[in-house]
């Protein structure tokens, strides 16, 4: 299984919109936004789908948007990022910005409209999710950020939600020794709201941290 396609059109309406976006648009990527980060990470971070003026326009997950700010701050904050800032001088992606242990992926790759994929759109981008995680060994920790993206995961793993039901800072074990996450999403609403304080998502990550830094049980 590929764990990316770049030239991936499987859903048609997600096909058309990104070719009107990028009729509008000249210079936005438009196009599946492939992960990123490291090769062989022990974090791996599970978004939505990219956003029109984020990932979309720089290529990068969480990148130009305001999801990312918190997210790239908090990960530089942890050790899993070389520095806090997303974007570089121009508004693009900062090629200064290195992950560290850590990789970022969306459960769709590409643009939906008004930021809502259907379920039909999850599920034709699940096979990539679900090679991506298959690539994993034992002791990775997954984050979802949101309940798509919680749902997309278990999917991948072909396990029922009933068993794992999403809620912030929750932790779930999930097959071949992988631990699962939950965080809300952090989302400009939800942070704007204070559904999710910079507080409760560092939260989650010191919890993250402490696992990772826990030898293995065989």
């Known amino acids: ?16 919109f990104l070719d009107t976006v990028k009729a509008d648009h000249p210079d936005y990527f438009c196009r599946p936004v492939p992960p ?11 978004g939505l789908a990219p956003g029109l003026n984020g990932a979309n326009r720089t290529g990068r997950p969480f990148t130009g948007d305001h999801a ?19 974007l570089d001088a121009a508004g693009w992606a900062n090629p200064e910005l290195i992950l560290q242990d850590c990789r970022i992926t969306n459960a769709v790759k590409c643009l939906p409209p008004a930021n809502k994929p259907e379920t039909t759109e999850v599920v034709a981008c ?8 298959a690539a ?10 949101g309940n798509v993206a919680h749902a997309a995961v278990l999917r991948a793993f072909k396990l029922k939600a009933k068993a794992h039901v999403f809620a912030h800072a929750a932790r ?5 020794g992988i631990a699962l996450y939950d965080s809300y999403h952090c989302s400009r609403y939800n942070t704007q709201t204070r559904r999710l304080t910079e507080a409760m998502f560092h939260a989650v990550f010191a919890s993250i941290q402490e696992e990772l830094s826990c030898p293995m049980s065989t």
């Open 136 to 145: 994993m060994p034992r002791g990775t920790v997954v984050l979802a950020l």
């Open 36 to 46: 990123f980060g490291a090769d062989s990470p022990r974090l791996l971070i599970v």
């Open 68 to 86: 990312g700010t918190l997210l790239y701050s908090t990960l530089h904050h942890f050790g899993f990022a070389t520095c806090s800032e997303p």
């Open 172 to 176: 779930h074990e999930l097959p071949g």
């Open 1 to 16: 299984m590929k764990t990316f396609d770049p030239n991936c059109r499987r859903c048609p309406r997600l096909a058309i």
């Open 126 to 133: 699940n096979d990539y999710l679900a090679a991506e995680l």
